[in-house]
């Protein structure tokens, strides 16, 4: 998407509930940070920690998206299944990081003109989330290692309330309680988004 075409959102803020989802995205396999994957058709994928974005650079699942706002979500999660260098955490799912989304913005019109693919063609609208800024400037966005990030093992599972198999598809919703469980699964954790951002950027070169 172009500069320009960016540069012309209009974004609204955004109320929201202490409650959250958890999206999967792909892991690169030639990174040691699970971040997002880096060929050249997926280059802005989600996670967009550069811009502590979602659904604005692509556009897959515009339903959910809509979804999210309507019932007034107020966290997203990441989740993948790692597949990067630490052998030790190989394949395992893991939540490795989230946003406070802060406000909102309709990029159908941008989607339909700029991506080549989405999945709003036949919609209303296509919302974007982007995170809230905290007191010091800063995105409302964490992201961790592969060693400090929330392994979804079977009592993980448990504990969150989900008794679904995890796969690509899988979007877990999550009320108050377990929103709070996981958010403190952050707490303490050095946040690794700045690096996320340079490994990415390297795998990109």
Known sequence: MSISGISNISWQGYRHKEIGVIVYYDSNETALLPIRTTTSKNVDDDPNYESATYGLYSCSS?????????????????MTKY????????????????YKIGSIADVQKLHLRYLQKNSCFSEKLCYALKSSVNEKGENDAVFLSEEDAYILNPS???????????????????????TKKLLKKFEGKDNKISDYIKQTQQNLS
Request: charge should be positive; glycine fraction near 8%; hydrophobic fraction near 35%.
């Open 156 to 178: 993980a599972l448990k504990s969150l309330g989900i008794d679904k198999k995890i796969t690509k598809a899988t979007k877990i919703e999550l009320d108050e309680e377990h």
């Open 83 to 98: 597949q990067g260098r630490n052998e030790k955490f190989k394949d395992k799912i893991m939540v490795t990081g989230f």
């Open 62 to 78: 515009s339903r959910h998206r809509a979804n999210f706002v309507k019932n007034k979500y107020g966290y997203v999660f990441f």
